[in-house]
Protein backbone atom coordinates (compact mmCIF):
# COMPACT_ATOMS: atom_id res chain seq x y z
CA UNK A 1 0.00 0.00 0.00
CA UNK A 2 2.60 2.37 1.17
CA UNK A 3 4.32 2.73 -2.06
CA UNK A 4 1.16 2.82 -4.47
CA UNK A 5 1.59 5.02 -7.12
CA UNK A 6 -2.05 5.11 -8.71
CA UNK A 7 -4.79 4.98 -7.49
CA UNK A 8 -7.72 3.59 -9.53
CA UNK A 9 -11.71 3.44 -9.17
CA UNK A 10 -13.82 0.89 -10.58
CA UNK A 11 -16.59 1.46 -12.74
CA UNK A 12 -19.14 1.23 -10.06
CA UNK A 13 -17.60 3.93 -7.98
CA UNK A 14 -18.20 6.56 -10.73
CA UNK A 15 -20.17 9.33 -9.01
CA UNK A 16 -24.24 8.94 -9.63
CA UNK A 17 -24.71 12.77 -8.64
CA UNK A 18 -23.31 16.05 -9.49
CA UNK A 19 -22.18 18.05 -6.74
CA UNK A 20 -24.08 22.08 -6.54
CA UNK A 21 -21.65 23.79 -4.29
CA UNK A 22 -24.54 26.32 -3.92
CA UNK A 23 -26.81 24.23 -1.70
CA UNK A 24 -24.08 24.82 0.96
CA UNK A 25 -22.45 28.00 0.11
CA UNK A 26 -22.64 30.76 2.98
CA UNK A 27 -22.91 33.32 0.48
CA UNK A 28 -25.60 34.80 -1.45
CA UNK A 29 -26.35 34.01 -4.83
CA UNK A 30 -25.73 37.07 -7.21
CA UNK A 31 -28.39 37.89 -10.06
CA UNK A 32 -28.25 37.64 -13.91
CA UNK A 33 -28.39 39.95 -15.41
CA UNK A 34 -29.75 40.98 -18.84
CA UNK A 35 -27.30 42.72 -21.14
CA UNK A 36 -29.78 45.33 -22.63
CA UNK A 37 -32.11 46.12 -19.89
CA UNK A 38 -29.61 45.24 -17.02
CA UNK A 39 -32.51 43.61 -15.01
CA UNK A 40 -32.47 40.24 -13.65
CA UNK A 41 -33.08 37.77 -16.64
CA UNK A 42 -36.23 35.76 -17.22
CA UNK A 43 -35.81 31.78 -18.31
CA UNK A 44 -37.38 33.36 -21.55
CA UNK A 45 -34.22 35.40 -22.44
CA UNK A 46 -31.95 32.53 -21.38
CA UNK A 47 -33.80 29.58 -23.20
CA UNK A 48 -33.14 31.36 -26.39
CA UNK A 49 -29.51 29.96 -25.69
CA UNK A 50 -29.87 26.87 -23.77
CA UNK A 51 -32.34 24.07 -23.16
CA UNK A 52 -34.34 24.37 -19.94
CA UNK A 53 -33.18 21.70 -18.14
CA UNK A 54 -29.35 23.34 -17.88
CA UNK A 55 -31.22 26.56 -17.43
CA UNK A 56 -33.14 25.17 -13.71
CA UNK A 57 -29.66 23.56 -13.36
CA UNK A 58 -28.25 27.32 -13.40
CA UNK A 59 -30.10 28.67 -10.58
CA UNK A 60 -30.65 25.16 -8.74
CA UNK A 61 -30.32 25.20 -5.22
CA UNK A 62 -30.74 21.05 -4.50
CA UNK A 63 -27.22 19.94 -3.34
CA UNK A 64 -26.81 16.71 -5.62
CA UNK A 65 -28.45 16.37 -9.18
CA UNK A 66 -28.26 12.92 -10.86
CA UNK A 67 -26.52 12.10 -13.67
CA UNK A 68 -28.33 10.72 -16.04
CA UNK A 69 -27.54 6.72 -16.87
CA UNK A 70 -26.78 8.11 -20.77
CA UNK A 71 -24.60 10.36 -19.55
CA UNK A 72 -23.02 7.79 -17.36
CA UNK A 73 -22.73 5.63 -20.29
CA UNK A 74 -20.11 7.93 -21.93
CA UNK A 75 -18.44 8.78 -19.32
CA UNK A 76 -17.10 5.38 -18.89
CA UNK A 77 -15.23 5.76 -21.80
CA UNK A 78 -12.93 7.20 -19.27
CA UNK A 79 -13.86 7.54 -16.17
CA UNK A 80 -13.34 6.87 -13.03
CA UNK A 81 -10.04 8.64 -14.14
CA UNK A 82 -6.93 7.69 -12.13
CA UNK A 83 -4.90 9.84 -9.09
CA UNK A 84 -1.35 9.97 -8.92
CA UNK A 85 0.74 10.28 -6.25
CA UNK A 86 3.87 11.79 -7.89
CA UNK A 87 6.72 10.45 -6.38
CA UNK A 88 9.21 10.81 -8.88
CA UNK A 89 8.16 14.16 -9.03
CA UNK A 90 8.85 14.42 -5.22
CA UNK A 91 12.09 12.75 -5.59
CA UNK A 92 13.34 15.20 -8.41
CA UNK A 93 12.48 18.23 -5.68
CA UNK A 94 13.84 16.33 -2.88
CA UNK A 95 10.76 17.35 -0.76
CA UNK A 96 9.07 15.84 2.17
CA UNK A 97 5.78 17.40 0.60
CA UNK A 98 3.23 14.45 -0.78
CA UNK A 99 2.07 15.46 -4.29
CA UNK A 100 -1.22 14.00 -5.96
CA UNK A 101 -2.44 14.80 -9.35
CA UNK A 102 -5.96 13.71 -10.16
CA UNK A 103 -5.60 12.92 -14.48
CA UNK A 104 -8.31 14.66 -16.91
CA UNK A 105 -5.87 14.13 -19.51
CA UNK A 106 -7.10 11.01 -20.24
CA UNK A 107 -10.61 11.58 -21.92
CA UNK A 108 -10.87 11.21 -25.67
CA UNK A 109 -10.67 15.10 -26.24
CA UNK A 110 -7.25 14.73 -23.48
CA UNK A 111 -8.94 17.44 -20.73
CA UNK A 112 -11.67 17.16 -18.53
CA UNK A 113 -14.29 19.49 -20.74
CA UNK A 114 -16.05 16.20 -21.87
CA UNK A 115 -17.58 16.00 -18.41
CA UNK A 116 -19.45 18.79 -18.69
CA UNK A 117 -19.97 18.59 -22.97
CA UNK A 118 -21.65 15.32 -22.86
CA UNK A 119 -24.58 16.26 -20.08
CA UNK A 120 -24.51 19.62 -22.35
CA UNK A 121 -25.19 17.72 -25.23
CA UNK A 122 -27.63 14.93 -23.88
CA UNK A 123 -30.19 17.87 -22.39
CA UNK A 124 -30.29 19.79 -26.09
CA UNK A 125 -30.85 16.33 -27.55
CA UNK A 126 -33.26 15.81 -25.23
CA UNK A 127 -35.14 19.41 -25.83
CA UNK A 128 -35.04 18.50 -29.47
CA UNK A 129 -31.79 20.96 -29.85
CA UNK A 130 -30.73 20.20 -33.94
CA UNK A 131 -27.61 21.94 -33.92
CA UNK A 132 -24.88 23.61 -31.58
CA UNK A 133 -22.52 27.00 -31.56
CA UNK A 134 -19.74 27.54 -29.01
CA UNK A 135 -16.40 28.77 -29.33
CA UNK A 136 -13.11 27.51 -27.94
CA UNK A 137 -10.01 29.16 -27.35
CA UNK A 138 -6.72 26.41 -27.46
CA UNK A 139 -9.63 23.94 -29.44
CA UNK A 140 -9.91 21.73 -25.79
CA UNK A 141 -13.50 22.67 -25.51
CA UNK A 142 -14.39 22.67 -29.28
CA UNK A 143 -13.03 18.91 -29.62
CA UNK A 144 -14.44 17.98 -26.21
CA UNK A 145 -17.89 19.26 -27.83
CA UNK A 146 -17.16 17.72 -30.78
CA UNK A 147 -17.19 14.47 -29.67
CA UNK A 148 -20.14 14.96 -27.70
CA UNK A 149 -22.04 16.15 -30.23
CA UNK A 150 -21.34 13.33 -32.16
CA UNK A 151 -22.35 10.61 -29.36
CA UNK A 152 -25.88 12.11 -29.63
CA UNK A 153 -26.62 12.86 -33.10
CA UNK A 154 -25.94 16.90 -33.09
CA UNK A 155 -24.55 19.16 -35.68
CA UNK A 156 -21.79 21.72 -34.25
CA UNK A 157 -20.47 25.26 -35.33
CA UNK A 158 -17.09 25.70 -33.63
CA UNK A 159 -15.98 29.76 -33.77
CA UNK A 160 -11.91 29.39 -32.59
CA UNK A 161 -10.03 32.00 -31.55
CA UNK A 162 -7.53 33.27 -34.57
CA UNK A 163 -4.46 32.98 -32.79
CA UNK A 164 -5.22 29.52 -31.74
CA UNK A 165 -6.91 28.42 -35.14
CA UNK A 166 -3.34 29.41 -36.85
CA UNK A 167 -1.02 27.95 -34.10
CA UNK A 168 -3.16 24.35 -33.37
CA UNK A 169 -4.09 23.18 -36.99
CA UNK A 170 -4.37 19.31 -35.52
CA UNK A 171 -6.91 20.18 -32.97
CA UNK A 172 -9.35 21.84 -35.36
CA UNK A 173 -8.45 18.58 -37.37
CA UNK A 174 -9.40 16.77 -34.27
CA UNK A 175 -12.69 18.69 -33.97
CA UNK A 176 -13.58 17.98 -37.89
CA UNK A 177 -12.69 14.09 -37.56
CA UNK A 178 -15.69 14.20 -34.88
CA UNK A 179 -17.96 16.14 -37.97
CA UNK A 180 -18.16 19.37 -35.98
CA UNK A 181 -17.22 22.22 -38.32
CA UNK A 182 -14.84 25.35 -37.23
CA UNK A 183 -14.35 28.75 -38.24
CA UNK A 184 -11.52 30.91 -37.19
CA UNK A 185 -13.13 34.10 -34.92
CA UNK A 186 -13.35 37.09 -35.65
CA UNK A 187 -14.99 35.23 -38.93
CA UNK A 188 -17.28 36.55 -41.80
CA UNK A 189 -20.39 34.45 -40.93
CA UNK A 190 -21.51 37.03 -38.17
CA UNK A 191 -22.21 40.54 -38.17
CA UNK A 192 -20.43 41.04 -34.84
CA UNK A 193 -17.30 38.97 -36.70
CA UNK A 194 -17.66 41.27 -39.97
CA UNK A 195 -17.46 44.28 -37.36
CA UNK A 196 -14.35 43.55 -36.12
CA UNK A 197 -12.49 42.13 -38.95
CA UNK A 198 -13.33 45.71 -40.27
CA UNK A 199 -11.68 47.52 -38.06
CA UNK A 200 -8.59 44.72 -37.47
CA UNK A 201 -8.25 42.42 -40.00
CA UNK A 202 -5.19 41.22 -37.76
CA UNK A 203 -7.21 40.53 -34.65
CA UNK A 204 -5.73 37.84 -32.69
CA UNK A 205 -9.55 37.21 -31.65
CA UNK A 206 -10.14 36.44 -27.91
CA UNK A 207 -12.39 33.95 -26.07
CA UNK A 208 -15.11 37.02 -25.66
CA UNK A 209 -14.96 37.95 -29.52
CA UNK A 210 -15.74 34.40 -29.80
CA UNK A 211 -18.48 33.58 -27.79
CA UNK A 212 -20.22 36.49 -29.15
CA UNK A 213 -20.13 34.95 -32.18
CA UNK A 214 -21.31 31.88 -31.39
CA UNK A 215 -24.02 33.54 -29.29
CA UNK A 216 -25.41 35.67 -32.06
CA UNK A 217 -25.53 32.70 -34.55
CA UNK A 218 -27.70 30.66 -31.75
CA UNK A 219 -29.44 34.09 -30.97
CA UNK A 220 -30.31 34.60 -34.67
CA UNK A 221 -31.60 30.73 -35.59
CA UNK A 222 -34.71 30.68 -34.82
CA UNK A 223 -34.64 28.63 -31.99
CA UNK A 224 -32.88 25.54 -34.41
CA UNK A 225 -29.43 26.00 -32.88
CA UNK A 226 -28.46 26.65 -29.37
CA UNK A 227 -25.36 28.06 -27.90
CA UNK A 228 -22.92 25.93 -25.21
CA UNK A 229 -20.11 27.36 -22.90
CA UNK A 230 -17.68 25.54 -21.45
CA UNK A 231 -17.18 27.49 -18.32
CA UNK A 232 -17.97 29.81 -16.29
CA UNK A 233 -21.30 29.24 -15.62
CA UNK A 234 -22.56 27.44 -12.09
CA UNK A 235 -23.78 24.38 -14.53
CA UNK A 236 -20.42 23.49 -16.27
CA UNK A 237 -19.13 24.05 -12.53
CA UNK A 238 -21.63 21.06 -11.03
CA UNK A 239 -21.12 18.88 -14.14
CA UNK A 240 -16.90 18.90 -13.20
CA UNK A 241 -17.72 17.97 -9.88
CA UNK A 242 -17.01 14.02 -10.82
CA UNK A 243 -13.83 14.60 -10.76
CA UNK A 244 -13.74 16.04 -7.10
CA UNK A 245 -16.34 13.32 -5.81
CA UNK A 246 -13.60 10.78 -7.34
CA UNK A 247 -10.61 12.30 -5.92
CA UNK A 248 -12.13 12.68 -2.25
CA UNK A 249 -12.61 8.51 -2.57
CA UNK A 250 -8.98 8.29 -4.39
CA UNK A 251 -7.67 10.56 -1.66
CA UNK A 252 -9.23 8.21 1.18
CA UNK A 253 -7.52 4.79 -0.85
CA UNK A 254 -4.34 6.89 -0.14
CA UNK A 255 -5.13 7.48 3.04
CA UNK A 256 -4.06 11.20 2.96
CA UNK A 257 -6.35 14.37 2.68
CA UNK A 258 -4.68 17.48 1.00
CA UNK A 259 -3.66 20.71 3.09
CA UNK A 260 -3.59 22.49 0.03
CA UNK A 261 -5.33 22.05 -3.66
CA UNK A 262 -4.04 23.99 -6.77
CA UNK A 263 -5.98 24.21 -10.64
CA UNK A 264 -5.66 26.61 -13.02
CA UNK A 265 -8.21 28.76 -14.48
CA UNK A 266 -9.40 30.39 -17.04
CA UNK A 267 -13.36 30.30 -16.25
CA UNK A 268 -12.94 28.18 -13.45
CA UNK A 269 -14.79 25.04 -14.60
CA UNK A 270 -11.96 22.02 -13.97
CA UNK A 271 -10.42 23.59 -10.85
CA UNK A 272 -14.04 24.17 -9.31
CA UNK A 273 -14.43 20.39 -10.49
CA UNK A 274 -12.33 18.86 -7.84
CA UNK A 275 -11.84 21.77 -5.31
CA UNK A 276 -15.92 21.93 -4.76
CA UNK A 277 -16.27 18.80 -2.76
CA UNK A 278 -13.40 19.22 -0.62
CA UNK A 279 -14.89 22.92 -0.30
CA UNK A 280 -18.01 20.93 1.10
CA UNK A 281 -15.95 19.45 3.36
CA UNK A 282 -14.47 22.87 4.81
CA UNK A 283 -17.67 24.06 4.94
CA UNK A 284 -19.78 21.41 6.42
CA UNK A 285 -16.94 18.78 7.46
CA UNK A 286 -14.33 21.18 9.53
CA UNK A 287 -11.80 20.56 7.14
CA UNK A 288 -9.65 23.37 6.72
CA UNK A 289 -8.05 23.15 3.21
CA UNK A 290 -6.25 25.74 1.31
CA UNK A 291 -7.29 26.37 -2.15
CA UNK A 292 -5.69 28.11 -4.37
CA UNK A 293 -6.82 29.35 -8.10
CA UNK A 294 -3.62 29.75 -10.26
CA UNK A 295 -4.37 31.96 -13.43
CA UNK A 296 -1.43 33.67 -16.27
CA UNK A 297 -0.47 37.06 -14.96
CA UNK A 298 -1.62 38.16 -19.01
CA UNK A 299 -5.25 37.61 -17.59
CA UNK A 300 -4.84 38.30 -14.26
CA UNK A 301 -8.77 38.29 -13.34
CA UNK A 302 -8.76 37.47 -9.92
CA UNK A 303 -5.22 38.93 -8.75
CA UNK A 304 -5.67 42.21 -10.86
CA UNK A 305 -9.50 42.48 -11.70
CA UNK A 306 -12.47 44.69 -10.44
CA UNK A 307 -14.58 42.19 -8.62
CA UNK A 308 -17.78 43.70 -10.62
CA UNK A 309 -20.92 42.94 -12.81
CA UNK A 310 -19.64 42.59 -16.53
CA UNK A 311 -20.79 41.20 -19.78
CA UNK A 312 -19.48 37.30 -20.66
CA UNK A 313 -18.86 38.88 -23.90
CA UNK A 314 -17.13 41.27 -25.97
CA UNK A 315 -19.91 41.96 -27.66
CA UNK A 316 -22.41 43.07 -24.90
CA UNK A 317 -25.06 39.88 -26.01
CA UNK A 318 -24.10 37.14 -23.45
CA UNK A 319 -25.77 37.64 -19.80
CA UNK A 320 -24.27 39.98 -17.29
CA UNK A 321 -23.17 38.05 -13.79
CA UNK A 322 -21.10 39.37 -10.70
CA UNK A 323 -17.40 37.90 -11.57
CA UNK A 324 -13.76 39.20 -11.02
CA UNK A 325 -13.20 40.67 -14.58
CA UNK A 326 -10.74 42.52 -16.40
CA UNK A 327 -13.60 44.25 -18.76
CA UNK A 328 -15.42 42.68 -21.38
CA UNK A 329 -13.41 44.49 -23.89
CA UNK A 330 -9.89 43.23 -22.90
CA UNK A 331 -8.02 41.45 -25.61
CA UNK A 332 -5.12 39.10 -23.82
CA UNK A 333 -1.92 38.70 -25.08
CA UNK A 334 -1.79 35.39 -27.17
CA UNK A 335 -0.08 33.82 -24.24
CA UNK A 336 0.11 29.75 -25.50
CA UNK A 337 -2.49 28.60 -22.38
CA UNK A 338 -5.00 29.43 -24.92
CA UNK A 339 -7.40 28.05 -22.68
CA UNK A 340 -6.80 30.60 -19.99
CA UNK A 341 -7.94 33.52 -22.49
CA UNK A 342 -10.74 34.90 -20.78
CA UNK A 343 -11.65 38.11 -19.33
CA UNK A 344 -13.44 36.83 -16.17
CA UNK A 345 -14.22 34.11 -13.87
CA UNK A 346 -17.16 31.91 -12.54
CA UNK A 347 -19.05 33.89 -10.37
CA UNK A 348 -19.59 31.08 -7.56
CA UNK A 349 -15.46 30.66 -7.70
CA UNK A 350 -14.94 35.04 -7.76
CA UNK A 351 -16.95 34.79 -4.81
CA UNK A 352 -15.41 32.93 -2.99
CA UNK A 353 -12.32 34.61 -3.92
CA UNK A 354 -13.78 37.93 -2.81
CA UNK A 355 -14.66 35.97 0.65
CA UNK A 356 -11.40 34.37 1.73
CA UNK A 357 -12.42 30.78 1.08
CA UNK A 358 -9.97 30.52 -1.69
CA UNK A 359 -7.05 32.43 -2.64
CA UNK A 360 -5.59 33.02 -6.48
CA UNK A 361 -2.08 33.37 -7.57
CA UNK A 362 -1.10 34.65 -11.13
CA UNK A 363 2.23 33.30 -12.57
CA UNK A 364 4.08 34.42 -15.89
CA UNK A 365 4.41 31.62 -18.75
CA UNK A 366 7.94 31.07 -19.05
CA UNK A 367 8.05 29.73 -15.02
CA UNK A 368 5.10 27.47 -16.49
CA UNK A 369 7.15 26.05 -19.34
CA UNK A 370 9.82 25.28 -16.69
CA UNK A 371 7.67 23.75 -14.72
CA UNK A 372 5.81 21.30 -17.29
CA UNK A 373 9.23 20.07 -18.49
CA UNK A 374 10.31 19.63 -15.22
CA UNK A 375 7.13 17.22 -14.58
CA UNK A 376 7.65 15.76 -17.99
CA UNK A 377 11.04 14.60 -17.28
CA UNK A 378 9.92 13.09 -13.60
CA UNK A 379 6.23 11.78 -14.81
CA UNK A 380 6.53 11.80 -18.10
CA UNK A 381 3.04 12.99 -18.85
CA UNK A 382 3.58 16.17 -21.58
CA UNK A 383 1.08 18.77 -19.81
CA UNK A 384 -1.18 21.35 -21.45
CA UNK A 385 0.24 24.67 -21.43
CA UNK A 386 -2.87 25.59 -19.27
CA UNK A 387 -2.38 22.50 -16.86
CA UNK A 388 1.24 24.17 -16.93
CA UNK A 389 -0.10 26.59 -14.25
CA UNK A 390 -1.31 24.67 -11.46
CA UNK A 391 2.21 22.48 -11.92
CA UNK A 392 4.07 25.84 -11.34
CA UNK A 393 2.44 26.45 -8.34
CA UNK A 394 2.23 22.54 -6.77
CA UNK A 395 5.76 22.41 -7.48
CA UNK A 396 6.61 25.77 -5.41
CA UNK A 397 4.13 24.82 -2.60
CA UNK A 398 6.42 21.47 -2.43
CA UNK A 399 9.45 23.44 -2.36
CA UNK A 400 7.93 25.78 -0.11
CA UNK A 401 7.45 22.80 2.24
CA UNK A 402 11.19 21.13 1.71
CA UNK A 403 12.25 24.72 3.31
CA UNK A 404 10.13 24.60 5.96
CA UNK A 405 10.49 20.82 6.57
CA UNK A 406 6.85 20.13 6.42
CA UNK A 407 5.31 16.87 5.14
CA UNK A 408 2.59 18.83 3.06
CA UNK A 409 -0.39 16.63 0.80
CA UNK A 410 -0.84 18.92 -2.12
CA UNK A 411 -3.33 17.82 -4.45
CA UNK A 412 -3.44 19.94 -7.91
CA UNK A 413 -5.40 18.98 -11.02
CA UNK A 414 -3.90 17.83 -14.45
CA UNK A 415 -6.12 19.10 -16.69
CA UNK A 416 -5.26 18.10 -19.94
CA UNK A 417 -2.25 17.02 -21.93
CA UNK A 418 0.22 19.07 -24.33
CA UNK A 419 -0.01 16.77 -26.93
CA UNK A 420 -1.63 19.59 -29.41
CA UNK A 421 0.92 21.95 -27.70
CA UNK A 422 3.75 20.93 -28.95
CA UNK A 423 4.72 23.85 -31.45
CA UNK A 424 4.48 25.96 -27.73
CA UNK A 425 7.12 23.30 -26.23
CA UNK A 426 9.06 23.96 -29.24
CA UNK A 427 9.33 27.60 -28.89
CA UNK A 428 10.24 27.07 -25.28
CA UNK A 429 13.01 24.76 -25.78
CA UNK A 430 14.56 26.81 -28.29
CA UNK A 431 14.69 29.81 -25.94
CA UNK A 432 12.28 31.65 -27.97
CA UNK A 433 9.16 31.72 -25.78
CA UNK A 434 8.41 35.44 -24.04
CA UNK A 435 7.09 36.55 -21.00
CA UNK A 436 4.15 39.12 -21.31
CA UNK A 437 4.24 41.92 -19.14
CA UNK A 438 1.18 42.70 -17.32
CA UNK A 439 -1.41 44.76 -19.88
CA UNK A 440 -2.13 47.56 -17.79
CA UNK A 441 -2.81 50.14 -20.04
CA UNK A 442 -5.07 47.88 -22.24
CA UNK A 443 -7.04 46.68 -18.73
CA UNK A 444 -7.34 50.15 -17.12
CA UNK A 445 -8.74 51.30 -20.80
CA UNK A 446 -11.34 48.19 -20.71
CA UNK A 447 -12.37 48.95 -16.71
CA UNK A 448 -13.55 51.89 -18.12
CA UNK A 449 -16.33 50.05 -20.37
CA UNK A 450 -18.03 48.47 -17.17
CA UNK A 451 -21.89 48.20 -17.54
CA UNK A 452 -23.30 50.74 -14.99
CA UNK A 453 -25.41 48.16 -12.47
CA UNK A 454 -27.14 49.63 -9.61
CA UNK A 455 -27.06 46.68 -7.13
C1 LIG B 1 -10.03 24.81 -21.03
C2 LIG B 1 -8.93 24.34 -20.22
C3 LIG B 1 -8.61 24.95 -19.00
C4 LIG B 1 -9.26 26.21 -18.50
O1 LIG B 1 -10.64 26.22 -18.36
P1 LIG B 1 -11.37 26.11 -16.96
O2 LIG B 1 -12.80 26.30 -17.24
O3 LIG B 1 -10.81 27.20 -16.07
O4 LIG B 1 -11.05 24.78 -16.44
C5 LIG B 1 -7.60 24.39 -18.25
N1 LIG B 1 -6.91 23.31 -18.66
C6 LIG B 1 -7.19 22.70 -19.83
C7 LIG B 1 -6.38 21.52 -20.25
C8 LIG B 1 -8.21 23.19 -20.65
O5 LIG B 1 -8.48 22.58 -21.80
Request: net charge negative; with cysteine; aromatic share 10%.
Amino acid sequence: MSDQTRFLLNETDLPKCWYNVMADSPLPPTPVLHPVTLEPVTPDFLSVLFPMELILQEISAERYIDIPEPVREIYKLYRPTPLHRARRLEQALGTPAHIFFKNESVSPAGSHKPNTAIAQAFYNKAAGTKALTTETGAGQWGSALALACNFFGLDLEVYMVRVSYDQKPYRRIMMETYGAQVFASPSERTQFGRLLQAKDPESPGSLGIAISEAVEVAATSGGAKKYSLGSVLNHVLMHQTVVGEEALKQMEMAGEYPDVIIGCVGGGSNYAGLAYPFLRQNLKGGKRTRFIAVEPTATPSITKGAYAFDYGDTAKMAPIVKMYTLGHSFVPPSIHAGGLRYHGMAPSMSAFCKAGLMEAIAVPQLTTFEAAVQFARAEGIVPAPETAHAIRVAIDEALDAKEKGEKRVILFNFSGHGHFDLSAYQAYLSGKLEDYAYPAEEIQAAMKDLPQVVA
